[in-house]
Every structure is written in structure tokens, then in C-alpha cells.
């Protein structure tokens, strides 16, 4: 008799506690604190200073964070930072080991092993041809998460800048 009041006891409690969340979206652990983009020549000169203190990826996951300039239906995605969860970080470095950096960057900027507790600020620089779309292009930063396999599971996007000037 006295084990139905225990069991309500537990459903009750197992009811009512909210689930643990998983983190689902990424708005304020990323942070630009330089953000310069000049046009020198024929070339666009992007200066990036990228801070990834906070970000958590999951252990299986990888977190691609890609700077994009875009206008209207031009737009230009460069190299992504990568930001891989720790089993993915040993995969990434297996096939480094057995394949070169080349083909384990997969066109990555830069690859990091997932340390949320670490500071940790990217300097991103990169010159790109300038086009004339670029004149009031906007910066976005643009999010992939990615599961084991490498699939997208979610993309975030954060407007940088409206209306570049040069």
C-alpha cells in the first residue's frame, strides 16, 4: 500500500521539473570585437576579431562559424572557423594524422578543439576581390551546426553591419 503514494511522488516530480535543454541557439556566445573592411585596389580587406570564450559545441558536434557578405542575391560565404566537440576534435585529428591538413581542414579557416572554460579570440583577416555588389553589401556571421556524419542540423545567422561603407 504504501508504494502507490511513492510512485504518484515520483510521477508528480518527474512531471513537474522542466527537461534539461540543450543549447539551441548560439546568439550572444559569439562576439566581433574589431570589425574594419576596407576596400584597398581591386581587393576587400576584412579584418576580424573574433571572440569564442563561452561557446559550447556537443562532444559529437562541430560548430562552423563563416563571416558572408551579402546584398540583395549576391552574396560571398568565406572560410568557416571550426569549432569541433571532443570526439569530433579526435576524428578531425585521425584525419589529419593520415591525410594531411589539406583535405582534414575541409577549406576551414581555422579548426579548434571545443573549450568553453578557455579565452579565446580569432584574429580573422582575408582580402577578397572587390566586386561592385560589395559597395553596400552587409556583414553577416553565419552558423552551421553539424552533427557526427557532417550533416547540417542548424543554421544561425547574426547581421555584423548593414550598408558598408567605403
Not at 94 to 120: C, E, H, I, M
Amino acid at each position: 500500500m504504501r508504494t502507490i503514494p511513492y510512485i504518484l511522488f515520483f510521477l508528480f516530480t518527474a512531471l513537474s521539473c522542466p527537461a534539461q535543454e540543450l543549447l539551441s541557439d548560439y546568439r550572444g556566445m559569439v562576439y566581433v570585437r574589431e570589425n574594419s573592411i576596407e576596400q584597398q585596389g581591386d581587393n576587400l580587406m576584412l579584418n576580424l576579431q573574433i571572440d569564442l570564450s563561452g561557446l559550447s559545441v556537443g562532444r559529437y558536434q562541430s560548430l562552423a562559424i563563416a563571416p558572408m557578405l551579402r546584398e540583395g542575391r549576391d552574396s560571398l560565404k568565406l572560410q568557416p572557423i571550426v569549432v569541433n566537440g571532443a570526439n569530433k576534435q579526435k576524428m578531425y585529428e585521425r584525419t589529419l594524422a593520415f591525410k594531411g591538413k589539406v583535405v582534414a581542414d575541409d577549406g576551414g579557416y581555422l579548426v579548434v578543439k571545443n573549450q568553453p572554460t578557455l579565452l579565446r579570440e580569432v584574429t580573422y583577416r582575408m582580402a577578397v576581390p572587390f566586386e561592385s555588389w560589395m559597395k553596400g553589401a552587409e556583414l553577416v556571421l553565419v552558423g552551421e551546426l553539424k552533427n557526427y556524419d557532417g550533416v547540417t542540423k542548424e543554421v544561425y545567422i547574426n547581421i555584423l553591419t548593414d550598408n558598408l561603407i567605403f
